[in-house]
């Protein structure tokens, strides 16, 4: 079973979650999809690690045979070519690989060529198998990392995998969730929390994936995000306090549930709580 943890923003806890899950769950599979600034690893600091290098085909042009018809500047969306002095010129950080330039040149002046993105890494933390994908700096998007991520057989081995999305809604969640069988969405008890959650509630609806919604940073009083869910008729998977133990727990990079046995407690509940929604959405669809 694949389960996606995403939120509206950063920083609002599906790192936390998924981790914490992922270790509580004893065998099982950690998927960082937050290519652009991946920090599952700093938790789990897993060992023997293997890298592969990810790559995506860009234009490269034959100045000989191009005859400055600009069709494949028009083409262009991103404006990731130009015509200047009677030359075509690539620009490869803004190339998004689609390759339709090279459909539309008439004069073939166009081919392809290599050019690497980003990695993969794979290693192991106990029982638990992390995968972390990382975007290189200024490349244009990691949806193809992703992808690689995802379709990757040894990502899929255990029965149960996390998936550690991006955070918003854009395209890149998107191709985070789209397999997923499961969604959990993390929340702060704020206005703001409840503008991002809904976000990604809209996300969810969109893709039609059953989903439920863990509360984070949960303080007495009056919740905003508690609110929108018992509004919308959203189930509320769990509920994790804002607490100096845990803060001090994630500044060091520990994992919760190997360090304190309240939050032990407290995420292995979660985990039987999300393990009874995924089994019932699987009856109820069979």
């Not at 609806?205 to 905003?224: Q, S």
């Not at 985990?271 to 699987?282: I, N, S």
Request: proline letters at 4%; glycine letters at 8%.
């Amino acid at each position: 079973m694949r389960i996606a943890v995403l939120s509206g923003k950063g920083g609002t806890g599906k790192t936390l979650v998924s981790v914490n899950l992922a270790t509580a769950t004893k065998t099982s599979t950690y998927i960082d999809c937050d290519v652009e600034e991946p920090n599952g690893y700093l938790f789990f600091k897993p060992e023997a690690v293997k890298e592969e290098e990810i790559s995506v085909k860009i234009p490269i042009v034959d100045n000989k045979l191009c005859n400055g018809c600009r069709k494949c500047v028009d083409f262009c969306k991103f404006n990731a070519l130009a015509y200047i002095k009677n030359k075509l010129i690539v620009f490869d950080e803004v190339c998004h690989s689609c390759g339709g330039c090279i459909m539309f040149c008439p004069e073939n002046a166009l081919k392809e060529k290599e050019k690497i993105i980003g990695k993969i890494q794979e290693g192991m933390r106990g029982q638990v198998t992390v995968f972390t994908g990382i975007l290189n700096t200024g490349e244009a998007s990691g949806i193809p990392i992703i992808k690689e991520l995802l379709a990757d057989k040894r990502a899929n081995s255990n029965k149960w995998t996390f998936v550690d999305c991006p955070p918003g809604s854009a395209c890149i969640v998107m191709d985070s969730i789209k397999d997923a069988d499961y969604c959990i969405l993390v929340a702060e008890p704020t206005v703001f929390g409840v503008h991002n959650l809904g976000m990604v509630y809209e996300l969810v609806k969109l893709f039609n994936k059953p989903f439920g919604v863990v509360l984070n940073k949960c303080l007495e009083g009056e919740n905003p995000a508690e609110a929108f869910c018992l509004e919308k008729d959203i189930k509320i998977l769990g509920r994790i306090p804002f607490d100096n133990e845990l803060g001090i727990l994630n500044s060091n990079a520990e994992i919760a549930v190997e360090k304190s046995e309240k939050y032990r407690t407290i995420f292995s509940s979660l985990l039987e709580t999300v393990k009874k929604e995924v089994c019932h959405e699987t009856t109820s669809n069979s």
